[in-house]
């Protein structure tokens, strides 16, 4: 589960540098239609059966982390301070992140029909829809894996293709 809490992880800063490029009004999602109470337990059913909630498990403890190395940054001198601040507020936001899986949960019924959302979970319910939970962290992995070499392999030929159009210009980088 660790390994798919990474693979996910890659993923989504994968997702968050490509959207980096993105004017910032067209980064902003639609607000969501409200979806019927069948239509969001049937999310939810879903994101259960595809463990989700392991890719935000650790964010209150995260965001406080980083939170805290943020204000450091700029306030060394109150760091025995800052380390039992981030204590207290750990624990008094502790749960708040299942506010995520909630979110997720009206998404999905806001992109799927209630009757869509009843189907999927037939289908994870099902042989080949258990073997695609079983498989696709790996396949995710080894996807990920893929891409990773693809783009450093890319990136070697652009460099190589600036490099030969700045050798035309008279230039050695």
Known sequence: MKSLARILSAAGLVLGLALAGVPAGAQQPPPLKPGSPAAIAAAKEILAMKNASSMYANAVPNIVQQTKDALL???LNYQKDLNEVAVIVAQ?????????????????ANEFTEQELKDLVAFYK????????STEPRAIQFSMSYMNQWAQSFAEVVNAQFRAEMRKRGKEI
């Not at 008094?92 to 999905?108: D, F, N, W």
């Not at 099902?126 to 939970?133: A, H, T």
């Open 92 to 108: 008094s936001l502790a749960g708040r992140e299942k506010e995520i899986g909630e979110g997720m949960a009206k998404v999905y």
């Open 73 to 75: 940054q700029s306030n």
């Open 126 to 133: 099902s042989p080949l829809g258990q073997k695609l939970l």
